[in-house]
Each structure stands twice: as structure tokens, then as C-alpha cells.
């Protein structure tokens, strides 16, 4: 199984600030790797797929880079809807798994 | 607009059994394969399940092979989790997710997930 590793666990900062996010697995999952953000009480919301493609409707702030083992989740000036968790997942080998998570905070 | 509607969780004792149900609209749901996640209280997501677009594949996490049962009815737009000898451990919210991928009858065309259901809650305990 392959494993995802998020850091940091949380992140605090200011609206107008600029988050990174980082997602590494423990064995190559090509480009197969997603980001999905997470509200309170909310279900997750895909955000980008294969590494750097924006789902439908994703504001052209959330940006995804990598491939291989890192992967970088960059919201490029944080909203106040931004504030969450988010979850990377891969897509390469079954069963598909989710990194454990890390909550933008606000500061 | 794409709906899926879970109904079916509650509080069940250990060993029972329970049938989650996913009801899909505004899409169609005979295209795609469709997913069960769980989401232990307080915890990350896991995949629980995959089923293909018409029905012939299904792939499951180890912890839930055997016990947990994925199918569809397409002429009914519904998704389901059959869940046999349940365990404290399968305590979670449980999402039903769609795929983006249509057509497809292996795991190395499907695994994004654009669009999920509010989720079901499932207590297992005495």
C-alpha cells in the first residue's frame, strides 16, 4: 500500500497569504495524485487531478505541481473560504489512499 | 446538477449487518463507476469500495474484503454498500463518490472522485 505523507499537519496563516502544501509518497505514483479540500461537517471537493489539473470550477488560485514522490498543493492567495483540510490521494496502485491531512488555519 | 443522496446508516451492534443506499441524478449513472469512502469521526478518508460502470468489476480495501458487499442497480440510479459482520471499527461516516472516468472496467482508468454525496453516519457498537 502505498503511503502519503502531508506536511505540515497545520498550516496558520493570513487571508491575502500564500499557502503550500505538501503531499510525498513513499513509492512513485506518476502523476496519479489529487487534492481534495474539506470543510467542517462538509464531504471533500476534488480540487486538482493528475497532479496539476484543476477540477471544474476550481478558482485559478489552488494550484498542483509534481510527480514521481512530491507533490505541491499552492493556494495562491488564501480566501476566507479557503480556511480547511485538505487530502491528497493517489491513484496508482489499489487500494487507491489518502494522505492523513492538513488543516490551513486561520492565523 | 449532479445529486447523490446516502440513506441507510445508524446504529448497529456488533456482528449485524446494515445496507447503505446512494440514490445518483443528474448524471448518467450507468456511465460510471461509482466509490464508497469512509471518514472514521474525527479521522482522514479511506476507500472502501469500487464498482465498474455496469456492474462486472469490483475492487475492495482488505480491511472490509469479505464482509462488505459494493453493487448498483442502474435502472434504479442507485448505489450500495451491503456491510455483514460489522465491527467497531467500521464506525465512520460513509460517501458515495463518482467517477470521472466513464466507461471503464479497471482501476487504472478510474480514482477521481469529482463529485460526493453529504455522507451517511454508521455507529457500530452494543
Known amino acids: 500500500e502505498i503511503v502519503l505523507t502531508q506536511s505540515p499537519a497545520t498550516l496558520s496563516l493570513s487571508p491575502g497569504e500564500r499557502a503550500t502544501l505538501s503531499c510525498r509518497a513513499s513509492q512513485s505514483v506518476s502523476s496519479y495524485l489529487a487534492w481534495y479540500q474539506q470543510k467542517p461537517g462538509q464531504a471533500p471537493r476534488l480540487l486538482i487531478y493528475d497532479a496539476s489539473d484543476r477540477a471544474t470550477g476550481i478558482p485559478a488560485r489552488f494550484s498542483g505541481s509534481g510527480s514521481g514522490t512530491d507533490f505541491t498543493l499552492t493556494i495562491s492567495s488564501l480566501e476566507p473560504e479557503d480556511f480547511a483540510v485538505y487530502y491528497c490521494?493517489?491513484?496508482?496502485?489499489?487500494?487507491?489512499?489518502f494522505g492523513q491531512g492538513t488543516k490551513v488555519e486561520i492565523k | 446538477q449532479v445529486q447523490l443522496v446516502e440513506s441507510g446508516g445508524g446504529v448497529v451492534q456488533p456482528g449485524r449487518s446494515l445496507r447503505l443506499s446512494c440514490a445518483a441524478s443528474g448524471f448518467t449513472f450507468s456511465n460510471y463507476g461509482m466509490h464508497w469512502v469512509r471518514q472514521a469521526p474525527g479521522k482522514g478518508l479511506e476507500w472502501v469500495a469500487l464498482i465498474s460502470y455496469d456492474g462486472s468489476n469490483k475492487y475492495y480495501t482488505d480491511s472490509v474484503r469479505g464482509r462488505f458487499t459494493i453493487s448498483r442497480d442502474n435502472s434504479k440510479n442507485t448505489l450500495y454498500l451491503q456491510m455483514n459482520s460489522l465491527r467497531a471499527e467500521d464506525t465512520a461516516v460513509y460517501y458515495c463518490?463518482?467517477?470521472?472516468?466513464?466507461?471503464?472496467?479497471?482501476?487504472?482508468?478510474?480514482?477521481?472522485?469529482?463529485?460526493w454525496g453529504q455522507g451517511t453516519l454508521v455507529t457500530v457498537s452494543s
Open positions: 463518490a463518482k467517477d470521472t472516468a466513464p466507461y471503464c472496467s479497471s482501476t487504472s482508468c478510474y480514482g477521481v472522485l469529482d463529485y
Open positions: 490521494q493517489q491513484r496508482t496502485n489499489w487500494p487507491w489512499t
